[in-house]
């Protein structure tokens, strides 16, 4: 996924975000990282992550209206 970098680890992989969250995100449940046995895994544990980010980033934006 193009906001993530991946690595290999013992025993699985892991993947970082490329972008940083706001406090608001991190607070609701996105994480910065994640770690899968294969690439399947990983790649829907990145998805789950980055729909997740991109639906609190909305909550986050309503929040701010008068």
């Known amino acids: 996924m ?3 970098q ?3 680890l013992d025993g699985g ?3 970082q975000r490329l972008v940083g969250l706001t406090d608001y995100q991190v607070l609701n449940g996105c994480l ?3 770690r899968a046995q294969d690439e399947g895994e990983l790649w829907v544990l ?8 991109e ?12």
């Open 32 to 34: 910065d990282e994640v």
């Open 55 to 66: 639906r609190v980033a909305l909550a986050e934006s309503m929040r701010r209206r008068p």
């Open 2 to 4: 193009s906001d993530w």
């Open 46 to 53: 990145c998805d789950a992550q980055t729909r997740l980010a």
């Open 13 to 15: 992989l892991r993947a």
């Open 6 to 8: 991946g690595e290999r």
